[in-house]
């Protein structure tokens, strides 16, 4: 055998092994890069989620699905009661109803984080604006991403967002999940845990 046979040989071998193996290892579809894309990306934005409530926001619909965000990538998970005060009124003036109301939202939120199998942090927090609270809380706790419910009055007019919600949205500097609840939606509500009744889990809004 003659050397350039040899080499015609091995080049022949070469390019038979390289068919074979881009046979075996097809390269990426345009579907799965997406997929491994948007896998990528969740992982790079569910480090700490805080769920937002108000006495104009209802969020206890998304409690159960920031759970499993949570839970699914270890996440630390915080639900935010803000209660916006009144120019008329002392910053630390008591709101009774209101922060009765902050309690049970706040209850309910544990409940169904602890069914879900995660620890959960709560803080009600009374300012001026419920929009530059949201946002500062956000930087205190380095959040990927804030969770917020529709507006509640909004259900019946059919605007389930406010100009609130808008403005946290626009100017968050993490990524913001809306979620607006369905007419007959309870997917994100999730089973009572053991013994208990759902409405234990979310109570009446």
Known sequence: MTLIGALAALVVAISIGTTFWWMLHPPDSFVERRAKEAVSELERMVGSIIVVFTPEIASGHMMALAAKLARGERSDLLALYVIEMPYTLPPDAEMPTEERAALDELGAAETIAKSNGISIRTEILKARSTKQAVLDIAK????????????????????????????????????????????????????????????DQVRER
């Open 140 to 199: 205190r706790e380095r959040a990927n991403l804030l969770i917020v419910g529709d507006h509640r009055e909004g259900r019946y007019v059919g605007a389930p967002l406010s100009r609130t919600i808008e403005e946290i949205a626009a100017d968050a500097k993490c990524d913001v999940l809306i979620g607006v609840e369905g007419k007959h939606g309870t997917i994100l509500i999730g089973e009572p845990p053991p013994g208990a009744e759902a409405s």
